[in-house]
Every structure is written in C-alpha cells, then in structure tokens.
C-alpha cells in the first residue's frame, strides 16, 4: 500500500537541468530517511542524495556534491531532486527510496518508486 512515485525524468543536453519529484503516500514518514538511487546500464545502483524527513538533514554523494540539491515538502509528501550542470556521466534511471536508517546501502532502503529515466546528451 505504501507508494513511491517518480516523475520529472527526459531527455536534456549536457549542462542544462532537470527536477524529478517523488510522490509518497500509504503511511506517514517522521522518523525516515529519503533517498535517491540512480543506475546506469551496465552499472551497479548508486546512493545519490539523502534527506532526513523530520529535520531535513541531507547527504551527498561526492559525484555529484555542488550540483544536486535534495529537498522535501513536508505538506505535499513529495522529494524532490533538482539537478544543475548535468553531465552524460548523470545519465541513468533514477529511483526514490526510502528507509529506517541514515543509510547509502540498498539494502536499507525498504520501499522503492518504479524509477525515471535521465538521459544527458553531449
């Protein structure tokens, strides 16, 4: 019943921006850890940014430390992604997650959106 969707991915050339929203609902989230996962063909699923949902903490992968911004709006249970400066390197499927812990593992996270596709051109 708890839901996890992911909106805002397309096609963008290298340099320009892009905002992904993940809609949440099913159970309230106080006390949880917010999460965006990217994977890219061929590669492993990668920990991008992280939000605390009650104090909004945040926590960034180094990839991408200067360029994306993590943000929620408590009154319309949504995360956000805001991605500046994107680079083909940035392109992947994204996935919303969220979890218990203050976590960049998988297997923390226990619920999963069904992912967007970010495509950066050269």
């Known amino acids: 019943q708890v839901q996890l969707v992911e909106s805002g991915g397309g096609l963008v050339q290298a340099g320009g921006s892009l905002r992904l929203s993940c809609a949440a609902s099913?159970?309230?989230?106080?006390?949880?850890?917010m999460a965006w996962f990217r994977q890219a063909p061929g590669k492993e699923r990668e920990f991008v940014a992280r939000i605390s949902w009650t104090g909004g903490s945040t926590y960034y992968a180094d990839s991408v430390k200067g360029r994306f911004t993590i943000s929620r709006d408590k009154s319309k249970n949504t995360v956000y992604l805001q991605m500046y400066s994107l680079k083909p390197e940035d392109t992947a499927v994204y996935y919303c997650?969220?979890?218990?812990?203050?976590?960049?593992?998988?297997?923390?996270?226990?619920?999963w959106g069904q992912g967007t596709q970010v495509t950066v051109s050269a």
């Open positions: 099913g159970r309230t989230f106080n006390g949880y850890y």
């Open positions: 997650a969220a979890g218990p812990y203050a976590s960049t593992l998988l297997d923390n996270f226990n619920y």
